[in-house]
């Protein structure tokens, strides 16, 4: 699997596959995300994927206060990160995803959703992401694909943890597997404007 980071596309085999996002925005970009705040959360993954290699001092003003949140929270929860910034992809499903980190957390192996501005519902999102990660890793330090699921909310004063419900898992991959299924009818669906165009096209010159 390859990511287009420019593009935000991923590819399995040269064909384009689509990601984890655009299927629960139902194709489109969420409108309430503003391109400063992507821009921000972007920046700010990048330095916490950077991990001790960071040099603190390049980091951009807006960037940094979420970073010593971030470093913060390393500190006072013992967080052990394993991978950051990852591609996943799901052969079984069809979809690809790239999720911010995943490590051991209270001695339990966790994924978490790290977010810099409003927290909306992670629970499909995180699913999908761990349902692709367990196909191709087959579980991690040895342990099932039983993770834990947690979304870390960081804000320039603080930060946030909660920890989603593991009885919650099979509800909310049901929620993304029906969000997949709506997204692939969408792709397939031909308007009568679109038929009548391809037949005009394909009449002979009279």
């Known amino acids: 699997i ?18 984890v996002t655009t299927i629960l925005a139902g194709g489109v970009v969420n409108p309430f995300f503003t391109q400063e705040g992507r821009d921000r959360g972007t920046a ?12 603190v001092e390049s980091l951009d003003s807006r960037v940094k206060p979420y970073w010593l949140q971030w470093r913060r929270f390393l500190s006072d929860s ?8 990852r591609v996943v992809y799901s052969e079984k499903y069809g979809y690809a995803g790239k999720y911010d980190s995943l490590g051991v957390l209270a001695g339990n192996v966790s994924l978490l959703d790290v ?6 519902e992670v629970g499909p999102q995180t699913s999908a992401y761990l349902t692709a990660e367990c196909e191709n890793t087959k579980g ?3 342990h099932t694909c039983a ?31 029906n969000a997949l299924k ?13 038929v009548d165009a391809y037949a005009a096209q394909q009449e002979p010159d009279a």
């Open 44 to 55: 700010a993954h990048a330095a916490i994927s950077l991990g001790d290699d960071l040099d």
């Open 2 to 19: 390859t990511f287009d980071e420019a593009t935000h596309t991923y590819r399995a085999d040269g064909v384009i596959v689509p990601s």
């Open 78 to 85: 013992g967080y052990r990160q394993t991978f950051a910034e």
């Open 147 to 177: 993770y834990e699921r947690y979304v870390l909310q960081l804000t320039p004063k603080t930060y946030k943890l909660v920890r989603l419900k593991r009885e919650d898992f099979a509800r909310d991959f049901s929620i993304f597997l």
């Open 140 to 142: 991690f330090l040895g």
């Open 115 to 120: 977010k810099t501005g409003t927290v909306g």
């Open 182 to 194: 709506k997204y692939r009818e969408q792709q397939f669906t031909v308007s009568a404007e679109q």
